[in-house]
């Protein structure tokens, strides 16, 4: 992507320079040298921010993690002019720990800052003093360090987080060559540079834990040739024979279908050769692309078969992975119950001892109800009597007629006998509505009296 002065516009394939770009004059002092900083501090430092800010924002636009100086230099070319402040924004770059060289990164992509430093202060230092000393003793080849490649590290984790959300994510339990997972990126517009970038992301990937890596030497050169994504975190990351068998009958799947594909289209132009000859009365060689268009029937009905076989061992190796995972889920749980009853005793023996006892506990303490809600009842039947007798004095009532209830031995129930001058008291005690007797009753008095 080569980057012209002046005519930028904001698109999703174009990059987006800041509105001062557009201005000669402060864009020639923007691409001057560095002055020393102690001169004009604040200069020094917002120069140096527009810069650091400008390429971060270009390398994580075109998803490009490795740079050089003279890379940075052609982009941001304006005219025939190049930037001449680009060396010194790269050493402050270095000096804050926002780039690694390449070399470095990829002799050691795990390593954080503060190893790199001890490894080589301590594990190198006759290399690294050697190099310090041929600097300060040999003029430093300019040109040679424009070329050098920096990786940017902001650049760098901005690029593999779009390569985990947008192909990771929907690719999990996969084993692709280098080349596929360059297309899957592709089709999900991550847009990253080159292969050496897309080596870098994955080094810094696998350095995460989510990819595992399987290198090949061709022509002398060390490559990554295989990418496993793993089905969940936590996955053995070493890619297995059994992943390279399972794999190989993917590749075996794949092209099956390229060449099923190739037939059904060879079928068809055969077919449609075999009524171009017949309308022009060539039967003979009509005839010809019809024996043809037979023998490509039959090939490709060994290969459909061929093809459902490889696709039902994978069918098959799926179900039994699936199988050992259910497997292992009940073997996790069942270990976990043993150790719960275990370690709360929860076992036969005690549960029913526990619960003859809660029985026998009940039992006692409806017992101990039953005794303190009979005696309760006993006193305060005793302590209403005592009130009524109490309240009866104070209103100089007499005693309630009592009665004697007389037992007949020819029947089981209880009889009660109430003499004439009680049945009166009563009688004389009851009330009418209209204040007078009748006849009928004064007469069964009178009657009653005189007997």
Not at 233 to 245: A, K, P, R, T, V
Request: aromatic fraction near 6%; proline fraction near 2%.
């Amino acid at each position: 992507m080569s980057l012209e002065s002046g005519e930028r516009e904001s698109g999703s394939d174009q990059f987006s320079f800041p509105p001062s770009w557009k201005d000669n004059a402060r864009m020639q002092v923007q691409f001057a040298m560095f002055r020393s900083r102690h001169l004009d501090t604040e200069d020094y430092d917002a120069k140096m921010k527009f810069w650091t800010d400008l390429i971060t924002k270009y390398l994580k636009f075109c998803g490009r993690p490795i740079f050089s100086l003279r890379d940075l230099q052609l982009q941001f070319m304006r005219g025939d002019q190049l930037p001449a402040c680009l060396d010194t924004v790269i050493s402050e770059l270095q000096q804050r720990k926002q780039i690694r060289s390449r070399s470095e990164f990829e002799h050691d992509p795990a390593n954080s800052w503060s190893g790199w430093l001890v490894n080589s202060l301590v594990k190198r230092p006759l290399s690294w003093s050697w190099s310090k000393i041929k600097h300060s003793v040999v003029s430093e080849d300019l040109e040679a360090s424009a070329l050098v490649e920096w990786i940017h590290l902001d650049a760098l984790n901005s690029t593999c987080d779009l390569i985990a959300e947008k192909v990771l994510s929907e690719n999990s339990g996969k084993l692709l060559h280098f080349d596929t997972f360059k297309t899957l990126c592709k089709a999900q517009q991550v847009r990253i540079h080159s292969d050496k970038d897309f080596c870098v992301c994955l080094l810094a990937l696998n350095v995460r834990q989510l990819v595992g890596l399987e290198f090949e030497v061709k022509k002398g050169l060390r490559q990554i040739h295989l990418v496993k994504i793993p089905k969940k975190d936590g996955d053995d990351l070493n890619i297995s024979q059994e992943d390279h068998d399972v794999y190989n009958q993917q590749n075996a799947q794949a092209q099956l279908l390229k060449q099923l594909e190739d037939l059904e289209e060879q079928i068809k132009v055969n077919d449609e050769k075999a009524r171009q000859y017949l309308k022009e009365n060539k039967r003979q060689m009509a005839k010809t692309y019809l024996r043809k268009r037979h023998l490509l029937e039959k090939k490709h009905e060994r290969l459909s078969i061929a093809l459902h076989n490889i696709e039902s061992l994978l069918s098959s190796v799926e179900e039994a992975r699936n199988s050992g995972v259910v497997l292992d889920a009940l073997k996790t749980g069942s270990n976990s119950l043993k150790k719960i009853l275990s370690d709360s005793g929860l076992k036969y023996d005690n549960v029913d001892e526990v619960l003859a006892d809660v029985r026998e506990t009940l039992d006692q303490h409806r017992e101990v109800q039953d005794v303190l809600s009979n005696s309760v009842v006993e006193g305060a039947n005793q302590d209403e009597d005592q009130l009524e007798q109490e309240l009866r004095d104070l209103c100089g009532e007499s005693s309630p007629a009592k009665f004697t209830p007389l037992i007949n031995n020819n029947k089981e129930k209880a009889e009660v006998v109430i003499t004439d001058e009680e049945m009166i008291a009563m009688l004389q005690d009851l009330e009418v509505e209209d204040g007078t007797v009748s006849q009928m009753s004064t007469r069964t008095v009178k009657t009653m009296q005189g007997l």
